[in-house]
């Protein structure tokens, strides 16, 4: 069993990291993103230069990401843990250090990111080809744009098993995180080598379509407003061998 977030992406990206690790589908759109486990590594590094070096912030901060399923949220869940910072989901607002939303969600008190204090806050449209946004959120910064200007690779300290992840009314470690996502795995049937099709409407916790299939060492399909008559075709063609609907 891994004992951080980060070596557990370390070993599925270091065991083939050319072949697909995380591929996007939103049927209400068309987009379909496809990132090989290198590609997402190197937008979790960006990201965690972006959080350490553009923000300044230190091991032990909190940053809340109030995003719905998506590969982009993956990447920078996965660059919050990876810089030692802890990850606050959608819940009770608190003061966090950066925060990550959508534009619609930047300003409304009705879906929380508005009554949530933070220094940094970054927005991001989770366009399809992962566009820049037309309009930024007054007292916003474009993540795409930004993150952008970062290197692939991150050399900041290792993080320890026993620091903090997860932030909020629940905290949890690492190695916290890791036990709970190898268990979910094992509920779910997930198991290292697999293929998974998560539709993000029945399983939107990240603990589902992130942690677990990372703790054992699977890839995902992670499909957005899932289409039913579409599913038996996708699955073939994605060579799924697991499908959670």
Avoid at 202 to 230: E, H, I, K, M
């Amino acid at each position: 069993m891994y004992t951080t977030i980060p070596q557990a992406l370390s070993s599925v990206v270091g065991h083939d990291p050319t072949t697909p690790l995380l591929t996007w589908y939103d049927d209400a759109t068309g987009d379909r993103t496809e990132l090989s486990g290198a590609t997402l590594d190197n937008w979790v590094a960006k990201t965690a230069n972006l959080l350490i070096d553009g923000a300044g912030l230190a091991p032990g901060d909190a940053v809340a990401v109030l995003l719905p399923p998506h590969w982009q949220t993956a990447a920078i869940v996965l660059g919050v843990s990876a810089a030692g910072l802890a990850v606050s989901f959608p819940g009770r607002p608190q003061p966090v250090d950066a925060l990550f939303t959508t534009p619609s969600s930047a300003t409304s008190s009705a879906t929380g990111a508005a009554d949530w204090p933070a220094a940094d806050r970054y927005a991001t449209g989770l366009l399809p080809l992962a566009m820049p946004l037309r309009e930024v959120p007054p007292g916003y910064v474009d993540y795409v744009t930004e993150v952008r200007n970062y290197g692939d690779h991150f050399r900041g300290a290792p993080v320890a098993a026993d620091d903090l992840a997860l932030a909020g009314p629940v905290e949890l470690s690492h190695l916290a995180v890791m036990r709970t996502a190898t268990e979910r795995a094992a509920e779910l049937g997930i198991t290292t080598g697999d293929r998974v099709l998560i539709d993000t409407r029945v399983y939107p916790d990240p603990a589902d379509w992130l942690f677990a299939p990372l703790a054992a060492g699977a890839s995902v399909v992670l499909c957005a407003n899932l289409t039913t008559s579409r599913l038996a075709a996708r699955a073939e063609s994605e060579k799924v061998s697991v499908l959670l609907t």
